[in-house]
């Protein structure tokens, strides 16, 4: 079940409210009592976990790809031709 951050924009307190997705939002205040509690926007707090994450697999650089080397233009071409 998620956690969602709300606060009262009447007596300003602040409280973490565990509810399904699918209930409605609580709008009385614990508080006060008013109708004025309101759910804050907040940042997710999760973590993924196993193979196949950046944070797993991919953060700390790992293997680069080899660098191709450019191969020399053959005798007959001159510098700048179109096929190198």
Known sequence: MPIY????TSCGVKKEVMRKVSEPNVTACPACGQETFA??????SFQLTGSGWYATDFKGGGSKPEKKTEEAAPAACGTGCACH
Request: charged share 20%.
């Open 5 to 8: 951050d709300y606060q009262c």
């Open 39 to 44: 759910k804050m926007v907040s940042a997710p």
